[in-house]
C-alpha cells in the first residue's frame, strides 16, 4: 500500500499543476520611431564591474575603449586584473541597435 501512495503521489499533483491556466500578456504596439543616438567615437570609453554571478564577488573591472571606427567599429578591452583582453570587433548592422554595458550603440 505505501509503495503504492508513493508512485500515486508525484502522479496526482502533476495532475493538479498542468490544469493551471497559461498567464495571458498584453502584446505592446511596435515604437512609431526608431530612437536616434550618436554614432561611438573614437576614444569613447566605459568601465564596468564583472562579479561572481553566485556570491556576487568582484572579479574584474573591465575597461572598454572606442580605438576605430570605420567599416567596422573595434573596441579595445583591458581588465584590472586580467590585463589586455581580446578586441571586439563589431560588423555593420542595417537599421539594427545594440545595447551594451548600457550605452545604445547605433550601426553604421
Do not use: H
Not at 40 to 51: A, C, D, I, L, S
Not at 60 to 74: A, F, K, L, N, W
Request: with cysteine; proline share 11%; aromatic share 8%.
Amino acid at each position: 500500500m505505501r509503495r503504492f501512495l508513493v508512485l500515486l503521489l508525484p502522479a496526482l499533483l502533476a495532475a493538479c499543476i498542468s490544469g493551471q491556466p497559461y498567464p495571458t500578456s498584453t502584446p505592446l504596439p511596435q515604437p512609431i520611431n526608431t530612437p536616434k543616438v550618436r554614432a561611438p567615437q573614437v576614444g569613447q570609453q566605459w568601465v564596468y564591474n564583472v562579479r561572481n554571478v553566485f556570491n556576487q564577488e568582484l572579479v574584474d573591472i573591465v575597461t572598454e575603449r572606442v580605438v576605430s571606427v570605420g567599416p567596422q567599429v573595434r573596441i579595445e578591452r583591458s581588465g584590472l586584473k586580467a590585463g589586455p583582453l581580446p578586441d571586439e570587433i563589431q560588423q555593420p548592422w542595417v537599421m539594427f541597435y545594440r545595447i551594451r554595458t548600457g550605452i545604445l550603440l547605433k550601426s553604421f
